[in-house]
């Protein structure tokens, strides 16, 4: 009976517009986002053995722009304070500037060229990833905050477990040099569309989710115990779906 709970809780609070809305736009925001950080991810390989005339191996180019991730990490926590959506929204920018430049041949098969403009998009996916694991950890009531960072997380995983498929639909075979000049572009200007969708999604979320604002309680307490000893932690058999549509209300 407590599955059951559980389930008629998440559905009458998740069946409000206002929640569906959130739903829906994290659901794409976190999407976009999975799905050009694991394309990308997976198609440096390839370009990296694509460079002309190369004066440092590509197994060493990877190492180099491996530590990207950690200084786009180190810069943006400088930043902080300009707030989570404004920091992810110029991290996506970054990315789409870079994505812009490799999609010319004559900057992706040079060495230097191309390593700058691959530690242009790894340097956001800290920070990308970051700022949207705050966002949907702040954007449900209690009823439905574990359930809502699920949903989004698992569709997500979707578009994460796509990108790199693609990749291998797209080559004749398993080696890099069977892109075709055609394909690789197009696939380039997905990555590009798809952190550009990041960037306008991410101006859409509410003001000030994700910025570790202190956390509604719609929790009944137990006997013998405050509201703020459960959190979003508490079950949600335990909650009542009428308190958050009655704080609406209130607002």
């Known amino acids: 009976s407590s599955l059951v709970d559980v389930a008629g809780t998440v559905l009458q609070t998740a069946s409000t517009s206002w929640v569906t809305f959130i739903l829906i736009l994290l659901s794409l925001l976190d999407s976009s986002r999975a799905f050009m950080m694991s394309g990308s991810a997976y198609l440096w390989k390839d370009l990296f053995m694509l460079v002309e005339g190369q004066f440092i191996s590509p197994a060493r180019l990877n190492v180099i722009s491996s530590i990207a991730p950690i200084i786009g990490l ?24 870079a994505f812009a430049a490799l999609s010319s041949s004559s900057i992706r098969l040079v060495a230097g060229r191309l390593l700058v403009c691959i530690v ?18 702040e954007a449900f009531p209690t009823e439905l ?22 990749v291998e639909a797209l080559k004749e075979d398993e080696t890099a040099d069977s892109w075709s000049v055609s394909n690789l572009h197009a696939y ?11 960037s306008l999604l991410i101006l859409m979320v509410p003001d000030q989710t994700g910025e570790g ?10 006997k013998g115990h405050d509201a703020e000893s459960y959190g979003a932690a508490a079950m ?16």
């Open 74 to 97: 180190i810069v943006s926590v400088q930043f902080i304070s300009i707030g989570v959506q404004r920091l992810a929204f110029l991290s996506a920018m970054v990315a789409s500037l």
């Open 120 to 137: 242009g998009v790894k340097s956001a996916y800290g920070p990308l990833g970051t700022c949207v694991s705050l966002i949907k950890a």
């Open 145 to 166: 905050r574990a359930s809502g960072f699920a949903f989004v997380s698992f569709m997500a995983k979707i578009t994460a477990t796509l990108a790199p498929t693609m």
């Open 188 to 198: 380039i200007l997905l990555l590009l569309f798809a952190t550009l969708m990041f």
């Open 213 to 222: 604002k202190s956390l509604r309680d719609f929790v009944a307490p137990r």
């Open 236 to 251: 949600a058999s335990e909650t009542s779906a009428a308190s958050w549509e009655q704080h609406s209300d209130s607002d």
